[in-house]
């Protein structure tokens, strides 16, 4: 069974420029969730996505945005890129589409974004 | 509000030492989920364990352990003879049931260090 699909996994872009990271979900999982990682404040949660409907977001502001299309598939976009964008963008799907915090998220390895 | 606390930043053993992984968080709801996951250099978050709030009970499974005691809001991760394969970040999450979907707060990560 296929895990959970980033793509890019590496990309370097410069200020001002926009990114789209793209993710496929496990096969059957409905929900997916984004998360950004860098050194000084961890993993915070972005966004997550049921049923093509954002659910919940995270404290970002609104130059990051996401979507999910109507075969799971999710991408996330972020505009006017800033120093401070650089991070590992993960994405994450589970299987249960109740509003539950007990969902087991499966992760995939990340898009490493590199802004200059 | 949410918090999840890892005070060790960093540990390393020696081969075959016994490691445990400190976990504190803070909630206001009394359904909740923890949650533990490893992170090899690759990036990808692994799930190891999902405890529920009401089930207090400790776990085994092969070489690691998770004492779960709500009396003092912690959730700690032992592993028992560590290998060098052992070497990951290892982060702690919460998880609210919530109508609202799926948020997890993750703590900053303990690096752990197994040398040979």
């Known amino acids: 069974k296929a895990g959970v699909t980033q793509t890019p996994r590496y990309l370097i872009k410069t200020r001002g420029q926009q990114v789209t990271l793209s993710c496929s979900p496990i096969?059957?999982?409905?929900?997916v969730s984004w998360y950004q990682q860098t050194p000084g404040q961890g993993l915070q949660f972005l966004f997550e996505?049921?049923?093509?409907?954002?659910?919940n977001k995270g404290n970002f502001p609104g130059r990051f945005s996401g979507r999910q299309f109507s075969n799971s598939r999710s991408e996330m976009n972020v505009s006017t890129l800033e120093l401070g964008d650089s991070a590992l963008y993960l994405c994450?799907?589970?299987?249960?589409?109740?509003?539950?915090?007990?969902?087991?998220?499966?992760f995939g390895a990340g898009s490493r974004l590199t802004v200059l | 509000a949410q918090k999840v606390t890892q005070a060790q930043t960093e540990i390393s053993v020696v081969e075959k030492e016994d490691v445990t992984l400190d976990c504190v968080y803070e909630?206001?709801?009394?359904?909740?989920?923890l949650f533990w996951y490893k992170q090899p250099p690759s990036g990808e978050l692994v799930f190891l364990i999902r405890?529920?709030?009401?089930?207090?009970q400790n776990e085994i499974s092969g070489r690691y352990s998770w004492n779960f005691q709500k009396s003092t809001s912690s959730f700690n991760f032992t592993i028992t003879a560590s290998q060098v394969v052992d070497s990951a970040v290892y982060f702690c999450?919460?998880?609210?049931?919530?109508?609202?979907?799926?948020?997890?707060?993750f703590g900053p990560g303990t690096r752990l260090s197994v040398l040979p």
């Open positions: 994450a799907s589970s299987l249960l589409g109740q509003s539950s915090g007990a969902n087991v998220l499966t």
């Open positions: 096969s059957g999982h409905r929900s």
């Open positions: 996505y049921f049923s093509e409907t954002q659910r």
């Open positions: 909630t206001r709801d009394t359904t909740y989920y």
């Open positions: 405890r529920n709030s009401f089930d207090e």
């Open positions: 999450a919460l998880s609210e049931a919530s109508n609202y979907g799926q948020n997890f707060v």
